[in-house]
């Protein structure tokens, strides 16, 4: 029975991510003192848009179309590498992790050349600022990887979060806080949060994710924001996964509703980061990406003497 | 091996047919073409033998040339994995450079490039086989020689003769290195083994070993173009036809690695100085080499700086390889050599078809420069999806074949960490930011690139432009078949993968090929599953719309309806934030700036691009020194006849009075 | 019998100053370089009878046979091209001449000194006594300097002006080389011959100290005519000036027989145990030249004079082949460049003949408007410097081995250096002149006269790819008269 | 007595390099001719009688009398009277060949002659007369004192021989004589052609085939 477990974990995954978006603008519209969207706003969005029709324009080619299922796909495949809290991952072979980053960055080349094809100037904006960011994010968290690889002393995901369990903070545990803390920077940079991308503004101009979608319409978008949720649940899964507390061995749903709580603790965070803090220039996030860098390897330094 | 004297000989006598067929190209590239597809085909049978096998073969003949030349050719496992990639792409190229110099402008040089392109097949068929010092060195002069030829086959544009010369020299100066390399193997007399590595200085002999094994990755890295040695690619290849440099790139700066490769094998690992030089030359290549490349005006040279990445991204593997060897980590040194291996293999089909398409874009709409095309997919269906399909496997996307070799040179690296106290952990970290950095790199660039060329609005493609010709949409078609298979028949590669790893470091046993394939295996079924996953995506969501209503209409461009083509993101807008962080590896070139006579400023054309700056100043301040001495030393023949005098003179006093005594 | 070597041309050119008909003279050239060179080939391939061949001061050894048989095919080629281009020359409006000694047309003059040059050079190969060879080497100076001044221009004058002092003074000093062997041969009792024979005899001591002298005045001496820096300044004045038949002859066979003039005193002093000392002045002037020639080759501007710094390069080559004791390599590269340096200068004739100028400059797309000039060109270029097939990259394998094991590990990679450099100069002149829109309107498309051109680039592919056992026993059995192992 | 003779050689070296007139420098060519072609009567006697007379006879005619003659036919022709501005002045080549019999000295001591010799001095002087021929052809500007400037080379040279080898078979110190003698008329004939093309002789001028263009030149 327990076996099955794994793949309860992806049900629960699948339908609980579009979960955490409500968690983050409730939490936006507590600190603004509005009530705010209901919690299931997001899985309300993806069900009408799945019953709406397409607008597609001239210039976009096929590639415009196979972009969206593509990259849900992507998604979706990087989804079966990651343990949940007490429990294994569906999947798991040396070097799963390295499989899973470049998952992402397949999704990333589908969504640029997507934007690109539609010939619009705002989405060609969004593109080349994506292209950009990724560039520092991916080295960062590889270097996160590495961490905790060498703190696990595993080369696979599912050996670093699931079979180390709660030796990972024997080996040094405020290092691995400093881990922690990046890999949260690193979720913040994909997911287009606050300090480096802002999701509710309406300037064309200042988007990234959003203007990479603005042409999309129907069921495309659905899988787009979609994929968006999924993408956001693998990251917190990394720092959930380390800050879960390994010592109770509560039994399946007592962990899947820990797990849970752990990754709405995350998103609560984000939604608060978001109230409080304000964009960073866009010259200015590289900088802060270096300063993530040079953090990771200083901890992958501690952590490997 | 009789198979591949036969090839050899069909092709060099297909190639002086051609020559006297001169003034009728076309029978000339008929000719050339199939004589070349055939003994392509015909060298595969026992380069496929060994390849599966692993059993070697020889030939060995005393040559009665002056002062005796031993022709000695070994078909080992480490000739064969690099054979497999030589003879395919050979193969395509030739069907792909049919169509291609069919309309070609200037007929009459048609049948001479036809010579020099089968002459540079058999001469790097030869090359993976020598196993005689002379021999190699006459095969990768041979090498250089056609190759030298075929770039500067459209020698109207002074850039082209430019890249010729420099290309020339570069691959001179790098043979000079080899030559006293194979001159001290040989003068140590005939023995057996592979470039008679017996005669190779053992680790005790420190001083002459360091200046041997240097001389080695100096004139090898010169063909390869790993960074310090890279300068003549980005010129050489854009300038050489399509079919030509595809070979170039995907196969001849193979050799350079082959040859490290080799001079590793002769010479045994136990210099952990070369693995570092290794992985620091593949680190600058992989980062500095995209960064150059971001924003180029013409396509080619944007895929020749994406090879000089890969190349990179080689190094770094055999480097960690190495590194790994000399300190005692046999799993690291496996996966990280076979994972620079398989990249290496993969390479030379992705980029292959990727100067293809390139190619075949450029011919279709007449310009190579990105800013110039725009939104031929729809024109340019096989053309456009095999140059998509090369750039996802060059940016690593995991369904297709540029991502297992990266990925294992990153497991190598990972497990590297793992070993505590082995001294791995630098550069393990190393790679693995290398690679990663690269990896991204390479994302953005081929997404942009891809995207402005081949997506979007048509910026002045005159007309409609048309697929070039069937055999070029042949060509490409049969390399993506290739490198599509490639992603899933990792795993079967993986016990020529061992033996020619073991062909290397003598060290490694074959039973960890079933290791190597099971590391492997979990890749290709992600690829199969994706695949499948895609179809099933597709198909769902065509069924979600059957029903409902789809219509067209113009790119939302805030309320602006009449937006046009020059509205589109350019490739120097799109790379602008990306080349603005790294603004101190660039010096901005920037055009004169606008007069400001008339109120009205008038029209203003320019662009910026960006070049990695500085190399460029040292060179040109090294040759402005050397210039001014050499004149100075001219002075000597100033051409009056007393001071010559004087000189035979004082040279005749001088020996007098220094020798006789 | 071989004295026929002599005799032949010898009297063919008497013949050809006084024959009046141009046609006749012309036929006469040819058929006097075809005999000479297919008996010199068959002499040199396959020695009739006895090995060596002895008469009075005349003596035909191994080295002499291989030295006899190079020049004289190189002759063959350039006498074909002589007849093409004279009767080009003939054509052109030339000036009549009222001088004092060259009264009847320049062209006798000029079909007559080719030939006494060819006998001359054919005494020097010949003579066994070192005053003979002296007589000869003083013989080809007077008979070369009329050919160089064929095309009465001032530049030309001044060029022959200057190879006359300087190989004269040149000359002077070998004689003085001569007498000193004399005075150190004179210790075994008075009236010693100075002939190889004689002093080579059993059981002959010959003074060390006044041998040295005597080699060094030979070296510098012969040196000169053989275009060793730093007594090579005549070279490149000479060749830029000389009609290319002419510089084509001075630099393939010349520079050879000055070669032959020296290695037989390096005969003597190998005999008499002063190897070591002689090798050291090699050495010596062998980098100098190669360094000279590197520096003057890089920034040329003439492609003429750019040829003649190639033939000071490969002397310099010739001599550090000696230098690291290896003889077989030194006599194939010496073959090698003379077949070569031939080709080239008569594509430069070509070229000169259809652009009109002698600047690089003014020289592009020759592969555009003149084809197989631009391919023998360009071909030549690539195969002078060292490039596979050619012969010289074989030979130049064989001299860097050798360098090798002569112990210290500077020499190879001075000596690569040097080839280096010199490669970039010459392969961007050759790719800046073949490549490119070209700069005439339209060109001869002759192939008759270039045909030479490709018989020499032929022959130089031939030894580079293929040995024949008779070719090898001819070079080697020079190689072994110089103490080089093979 | 033959170091009488060869006290005189070096008398008339330094005489020829201190007069800049060529018609000076032609006549001292001559006697040195002479007082070489008396040379031989003075040796010990190992070879008498007619052959003897035949050597100093047929060197006093070419020497002393053929070429001189020819080289002042030359001058006529040629019109040229005296150095203009050799490189070098008097003064300073008569200190250059001092320094020469010097430098002849110290080479010559190292080089002792194996067998007996009438007089210790004939290697030096031979030696000094050489180098001030070279030196003559270094300094002077005059294409005919170049020439002269040969001949005085060659004399030290013929001294050397005549006086150390004078059994060597004669057949070959001829053929020297005759190609010197074939040299010099050759070198005439060009200076002949020279006075002709560029209405002088001084080869100072005569250098348009070079290299190295001095920055006036190479802008033009």
Partial sequence: ???????????????????????????????????????????????????????????????????????????????????????????????????????????????????????????????????????????????CLAAMSVASGSVSLNGMLFTAGGRIWQVSPPVLLVVVFVLYIVLLVENYRVPFDDPNTHLELTMIHEAMALDHGGPDIAMFEYAAALKFWILASLPAGLLFPYGMKPDFFGNSALFLGVIALTAALTGALESCAARLRLVKVPQMLTAAAALSVVALIFLAK | ????????????????????????????????????????????????????????????????????????????????????????????????????????????????????????????????????????????????????????????????????FIYLAASHCGTAALFVMFAFLSAAGISGGFWNSAAFPGPDVGVLRVLLLSLGIFGFGMKAGFMPFHFWLPRAHPAAPSHVSALMSGIMIKAGIYGILRMFSVAGVTDAWCGAALIIAGICSGILAMLSALNRRDTK????????????????????????????????????????????????????????????????????????????????????????????????????????????????????????????????????????????????????????????????????????????????????????????????????????????????????????????????????????????????????????????????????????????????????????????????????????????????????????????????????????????????????????????????????????? | MAILLFLAPFAAGLAAFVIKNDRLRRRLLFTVACAHAAFALYLCLFPPGGEDYRWLWFGFDALSRYFTAVFSLLFLCASFYAVIYLKGEKSRPCEKEEDLLFHNAPEAAFTGCLLVFLACMSLLALSRHFGLIWIAMEATTLVSAPLIYFHRQRSSLEATWKYLLICSVGIALALFGNLFLAVSASGQGPGMEISIDSLLGPGVRLDPLWLKAGFIFVLVGYG??????????????????????????????????????????????????????????????????????????????????????????????????????????????????????????????????????????????????????????????????????????????????????????????????????????????????????????????????????????????????????????????????????? | MVDGILMLLVLLNLFSLGSTRISASIRVVAYQGAAIGLVPLFLPGKITGGILAAIVLVTLLVKAVILPWFLRYAQKRVNVRREEKPFVGASTSILFGVAALGTAFFISSRLPIPFAVVSPFIVPVALSVSLTGFFIIISRAEALSQVVGYLILENGIYLFGIALLLEQPLLVELGMLLDVFVGIFVMGITVFHISREFEHTDTSRLSGLADWLPEVRRNE
Avoid at chain 2, 62 to 87: C, K, N, Y
Wanted: include cysteine; charge should be positive.
């Fill in chain 3, 224 to 486: 000169t005519k053989m275009g060793l820096a730093p007594m090579h300044t005549w070279l490149p004045d000479a060749h830029s000036e000389a009609p290319s038949v002419a510089s084509a002859l001075l630099s393939g066979a010349l520079l050879n027989c000055a070669f032959l003039a020296i290695l037989r005193f390096y005969q003597l002093c190998l005999a008499n145990g002063l190897g070591s000392f002689c090798r050291e002045l090699f050495l010596i002037f062998g980098i100098l030249s190669m360094a000279v020639a590197a520096v003057f080759i890089i920034g040329q501007s003439d492609y003429k004079r750019l040829l003649a710094y190639s033939s000071v390069e490969h002397m310099g080559i010739l001599c550090f082949a000696v230098a690291v004791g290896t003889a077989y390599g030194s006599m194939l590269q010496a073959a090698n460049h003379s077949f070569l340096k031939g080709a080239l200068f008569i594509c430069a004739g070509n070229i000169l003949a259809g652009f009109r100028s002698k600047r690089i400059a003014d020289v592009r797309g020759i592969a555009h408007i003149m084809p197989w000039a631009g391919v023998l060109w360009f071909t030549g270029i690539l195969a002078i410097c060292g490039m596979p097939p050619f012969g010289a990259f074989l030979s130049e394998w064989i001299i860097l081995k050798a360098a090798f094991s002569a112990g210290n590990l500077l020499l190879p990679v001075v000596y690569l250096f040097l080839l280096g450099v010199i490669f970039i100069g010459m392969t961007g002149t050759g790719i800046r002149m073949t490549f490119g829109v070209p700069s005439i309107p339209e060109g001869g498309k002759s192939f008759l006269s270039l045909f030479p051109a490709l018989i020499l680039l032929l022959l130089s592919l031939f030894l580079g790819i293929y040995m024949p056992a008779a070719l090898e026993g001819a070079v080697s059995g020079a190689a072994a008269l110089l103490g080089g192992e093979g």
């Fill in chain 1, 1 to 143: 029975m327990n076996n099955l477990y794994p793949l309860f974990n992806l049900i629960i995954a699948l339908t609980a991510a579009p979960l955490m978006s409500g968690v983050i603008n409730r939490v936006k519209a507590f600190f603004a003192g509005r009530k705010g969207p209901p919690l299931l706003q997001l899985y309300f969005d993806i069900g009408k848009l799945l019953r709406k029709g397409a607008v597609y324009s001239r210039t976009t080619g096929v590639f415009f179309r196979l972009a969206p299922p593509a990259g849900l796909v992507f998604i979706l495949t990087a989804l079966l590498f990651i343990p949940c809290g007490a429990y294994p991952a569906v999947l798991f072979f040396p070097g799963d992790m390295v499989l899973v980053v470049y998952l992402l960055g397949a999704q990333r080349f589908c969504m640029l050349l997507a934007a690109l094809d539609t010939g619009s100037s705002f989405e060609g904006m969004g593109a080349s600022r994506d292209a950009h960011f990724s560039v520092f994010s991916e080295a960062v968290l590889f270097l």
């Fill in chain 2, 301 to 661: 040279s944007v895929l020749a700086y994406s090879s000089i990445e890969n190349i990179g991204i080689i190094c770094m593997g055999t480097g960690l390889a190495v590194y790994a060897a000399s300190c005692g980590g046999t799993l690291v040194c496996l996966l990280a050599l076979s994972g620079a291996l398989l990249h290496l293999f993969n390479h030379a089909f992705f980029k292959g078809l990727l100067f293809m398409a390139a190619g075949a874009a450029g011919k279709s709409c007449g310009s190579r420069d990105p800013d110039a095309l725009g939104g031929c997919a729809k024109a340019l269906p096989v053309t456009s999806s095999s140059f998509f399909l090369g750039a996802a496997a060059a940016s690593g996307v995991p369904l297709l074949n540029g991502f297992p070799g990266k990925f294992l040179i990153y497991l190598a690296a990972f497990c590297g960490l793992q070993l505590k106290g082995s001294g791995l952990l630098l550069p393990s970290t190393a790679v693995i930011v290398g690679l990663s950095l690269s990896g991204c790199l390479s994302l953005a660039c081929f997404t942009g690139l891809s995207g402005i060329i081949f997506l979007g609005k048509p910026r002045s493609c005159a007309g409609r432009p048309e697929e070039y010709s069937a055999l070029m949409g042949a060509a490409m078609i049969s390399a993506a078949a290739v490198c599509l298979f490639l992603t899933f028949a990792a795993p079967l590669l993986s016990f020529s993968l061992c033996g020619a790893v073991s062909a290397v470091f003598a060290s490694t046993d074959t039973a960890s090929a079933s290791g190597l394939a099971d590391r492997l295996a979990p890749l290709s079924c992600a690829s199969a599953w994706v695949f499948v996953l895609i179809a099933a995506a597709l198909a769902a969501g065509r069924l979600l719309l059957r029903r409902r209503k789809v219509s067209f209409g113009e790119t939302w461009n805030c309320a602006y309806a009449a937006a046009d083509a020059r509205m589109q993101y350019t490739s120097a807008s799109f790379f602008y934030p990306l080349s603005r962080t790294f603004t101190f590896f660039n010096v901005r070139k920037s055009p004169a700036a606008v007069s400001k006579t008339t109120f009205f400023p008038g029209e203003y054309e320019g662009y910026s691009s960006r070049r990695i700056g500085v190399f460029r100043t040292l060179l040109s301040g090294i040759a402005a020194k050397l210039e001014f001495s050499l004149s100075c030393l001219r002075w000597l023949q100033q051409g009056r006849l007393h001071i010559y005098i004087m000189y035979i003179m004082t040279a005749l006093l001088a020996l007098l009075l220094w020798k006789v005594r």
């Fill in chain 2, 1 to 164: 091996m009789v198979f591949i004297a036969a090839a050899l000989l069909l092709l060099l006598l297909s190639g002086l047919c051609a020559l006297f067929l001169n003034n009728r190209p076309a029978v000339a590239a008929a000719l050339c073409a199939t004589a070349c597809i055939a003994s392509c085909l015909a060298a595969l049978f026992p380069v496929f033998a060994v390849f599966f096998s692993g059993r070697e073969m020889s030939f060995d003949l005393l040559w009665p040339a002056a002062g005796g030349l031993r022709l000695f050719l070994v078909l080992d496992r480490l000739s064969a994995f690099f054979l497999v990639p030589v003879l395919l792409l050979s193969a395509l190229a030739a069907l792909y450079g049919w169509g291609y110099l069919r309309r070609e402008r200037n007929s009459e040089s048609c049948g001479r490039q036809w010579f020099f392109f089968n002459m540079l097949v058999a001469s790097m068929l030869a090359v993976f086989l020598a196993a005689d010092g002379l021999i190699f060195l006459l095969c990768w002069e041979m090498m250089a020689l056609s190759s030298f030829f075929l770039v500067v086959s459209r020698d109207e544009e002074e850039s082209v003769r430019r890249a010729g």
